[in-house]
């Protein structure tokens, strides 16, 4: 059976993990010092959050299998879609050993599709991004990455609307 993910930047991980424990009446099955993970079955998705200097708000969807023949089946599904995906293969993200492949949708929307095969003490890499949303790789195809390397964090002054 498949599962959705989730994966949001937030700006404080200790009150996100706050929130979303409260939410779904659930602490993290993974907790680190920079994410945090819910593999919940009501509802059935996989939710993640990371601090790691990306822009807050939701960085990209998915759908996780839970065996390789599921996986196959999306991927077969992805061949056939409109778009161009980037096989990624086997590779280290958010703590964990997986197989997989991205496709952006129509308006731009990060898909990873994979299979997680196992823990990582790292966490880990994934395909190039500029600025936090899509780019293109060296053959072209329109491309997302689940582990950007932190964006340097921007200070804007206070606001004085209400003062």
């Given at each position: 059976m498949?599962?959705l993910?989730?994966h949001?930047?937030v ?6 993990v706050?929130?979303?424990s ?10 680190k ?10 509802p059935?998705?996989n939710?993640a ?5 990306a ?8 759908i ?15 061949s ?17 050993k997986s197989e ?5 949708d129509?308006?731009?929307?990060p ?25 293109a ?10 582990c ?13 609307c209400?003062?």
């Amino acid at each position: 059976m498949k599962r959705l993910h989730v994966h949001i930047a937030v700006d404080d991980l200790s009150r996100s993990v706050a929130f979303y424990s409260t939410l779904f009446a659930a602490p993290p099955s993974v907790m680190k010092d920079d994410y945090a993970k819910w593999m919940l079955d009501d509802p059935r998705v996989n939710l993640a959050i990371s601090a790691r200097g990306a822009a807050p708000g939701v960085e990209h969807l998915g759908i996780q299998t839970e065996t390789g023949e599921e996986l196959a089946e999306v991927y077969e599904r992805l061949s056939r879609a409109d778009a161009p995906v980037l096989e990624e293969g086997a590779t280290v993200c958010c703590y964990a050993k997986s197989e997989k492949s991205w496709v952006s949708d129509p308006a731009g929307v990060p898909w990873e599709v994979f299979h997680t095969v196992g823990e990582s003490a790292v966490y880990g890499g994934g395909p190039e991004v500029e600025g936090g949303r899509l780019a293109a790789s060296p053959t072209g195809m329109a491309v997302a990455a689940c582990c950007p390397a932190p964006a340097p964090k921007v200070e804007t002054p206070a606001s004085s609307c209400c003062g």
